[in-house]
């Protein structure tokens, strides 16, 4: 890595997560540059006053040429017309005058090629890093790069363990960020937290007070709201502290070197050959196979996400696996299906592809704890122990598609868990029943009701249930599992509200005003 100067600053992951990082960059309006490294890979991202215009990466599967190729921007005999190229600014010039793409959609290419690369590094363990304000990019390269919806998705995928460790001291305030011109899409436990917000800073001790929720999901949320820039943070481990911060803005730089464009590092010495390699003949042919291959890889990890009966097989690990196999195969399969990688794609394909991507960080989140994987491996021995008999005489394990046959399928399973009241396995078909069919009402309403035995997915459950109770406001059942849920929390003001509201639309149910009537 480049020696620092006087103002640079260095560091680790392993103290200052990469993601921290940018939220400290952001939020302190810098300009300059963010290097990072780990083994041979190598990234840098560009800052200017706070917003992050520029990333340069020197990976092959980051070149713009492969990206093009993968998202159908460009053809093969499109790049075969350009011919060789030096840098990927050579090649959007090449492409936009010969009329293949457009300026705007070059700039778009840019921006998702950007993106993939912070999300990446954002998968990093471990790297090593060196932020300098000397490095400065050419003024007349700048793109607008939406760096808060990434990070707030990164936070919602962080496993709840890792979460609580980035919380020093219940005693660290948070307050409202006066520069959010527009708040992004809160999950509904968000939102409660950030309503809790007025003019004055609020500890952990004292949210904690303000609201019924568990401990794992108020953590979860203020990370989520701190990272996506909805909340400013106060007396936590910073990277940056005010004097550096106030050193930095009040020096005045003579420019050292103006950066490069994409695939150039500032200093030719630290600059990898395979990030300005030329475009090979050979590479063109072989790229459209290797994005065939790509889609082959997202459909069979999707359809295993959705038929794997344990999380062994989910992570596709042994059920003897020890945690560091477990936690390879996890940052492997995170950092192959993030949904951020796939932001381009449809609704519905997208929709499938977060919930895979929750499912994975839920198995990684159970196993990498002795005592949550010895719990769930005992919750989950019957499941094992049929699987291995049928195994043994031979037969195949069932592979559901899609339908309502298969939803049917998995809730009927579902509930037969419920009643033997083995809930971590019922919450697994139950999940499955509302991924096939979520406009069914009793099959949100029961997953609700099974995750609400899990202290750690009690927002989960709640958003089931309500999700249920609008999909049908007059169906008892469901209502009253809303209402109970409510009251088992201590939330009795809301249940009240809820039964109430019930009684509005059907005022004959006795079972709602006996219960009303209790509160």
């Known amino acids: 890595m480049t020696p620092p100067r006087k103002l640079d600053l260095s560091g680790d992951f392993r103290v200052h997560p990469f993601a921290e990082l940018l939220i400290e960059i952001l939020q302190a309006k810098l300009t300059g540059a963010l290097r990072l490294e780990v ?304 932001h381009r794609e449809t609704g519905s394909e997208l929709r499938r592809i977060q919930v895979a991507f929750t499912t994975l960080a839920q198995a990684y989140e159970t196993l990498k704890s002795s005592e949550s994987r010895q719990s769930y491996d005992y919750k989950m021995r019957k499941e094992l122990e049929a699987r291995e008999k049928r195994r043994a005489e031979g037969v195949e394990d069932a592979q559901p598609g899609d339908g309502s046959e298969h939803a049917l399928e998995s809730f009927e399973r579902g509930l037969t868990h419920f009643s033997d009241e083995e809930y971590a396995v019922a919450a697994l078909y139950l999940a499955r029943a509302v991924h096939y069919n979520p406009n069914n009402a009793l099959y949100r309403a029961y997953y609700g009701k099974a995750l609400s035995f899990d202290e750690n997915q009690l927002h989960k459950a709640e958003s089931e249930l309500l999700a249920a109770s609008k999909l049908e406001p007059q169906n008892s059942k469901i209502r009253l599992m809303l209402a109970r849920f409510f009251i088992d929390r201590n939330l009795r003001k809301r249940a009240e509200g809820e039964l109430r509201r019930f009684l509005e639309i059907a005022p004959d149910n006795k079972e709602a005003e006996e219960l009303l009537a209790s509160l």
């Open 39 to 342: 083994d041979t890979k190598k990234t840098i991202i560009y800052f200017r006053d706070g917003a992050v215009v520029f990333a340069v990466s020197n990976a092959r599967e980051h070149r713009l040429f492969v990206r093009l190729l993968n998202t159908r921007f460009v053809s093969q005999s499109d790049l075969k017309k350009v011919g060789h190229f030096s840098n990927d600014m050579d090649l959007i010039a090449e492409l936009c005058a010969s009329g293949v793409i457009t300026k705007e959609a070059s700039a778009n290419a840019f921006v998702s090629q950007f993106v993939e690369i912070i999300v990446d590094a954002l998968t990093w363990p471990r790297a090593t890093w060196l932020f300098s304000p000397m490095a400065r990019l050419r003024t007349d390269v700048s793109y607008d790069i939406e760096i808060y919806p990434v990070l707030m998705d990164y936070a919602r995928c962080v496993p709840a363990s890792d979460v609580t460790q980035r919380f020093k001291s219940v005693q660290e305030r948070f307050f409202r960020s006066i520069d959010m011109v527009s708040i992004p899409r809160l999950q509904p436990q968000e939102a409660r937290v950030l309503e809790l917000f007025g003019d004055t800073p609020l500890n952990f001790s004292q949210l904690r007070e303000m609201t019924a929720m568990p401990d794992a999901a108020l953590t979860q949320s203020l990370y989520t709201l701190w990272l996506g820039g909805c909340l400013l943070r106060l007396g936590w481990n910073r990277a940056f502290t005010e004097t550096l911060i106030a050193d930095i803005k009040k020096t005045l730089y003579s420019r050292v070197k103006e950066a490069l464009p994409i695939a150039a590092f500032e200093h030719p010495s630290a600059q990898p050959e395979t990030a300005i390699a030329p475009l090979e003949s050979d590479e063109v042919e072989a790229v459209p196979a290797k994005q065939t291959e790509s889609q082959k890889t997202l459909d069979e990890w999707l359809a295993r996400s959705q038929r794997a009966p344990t999380h062994y097989d989910l992570l596709d690990v042994p059920e003897d696996a020890d945690t560091d196999v477990i936690k390879a195969a996890y940052f492997r399969l995170a950092k192959a299906f993030h949904p951020d990688r796939f």
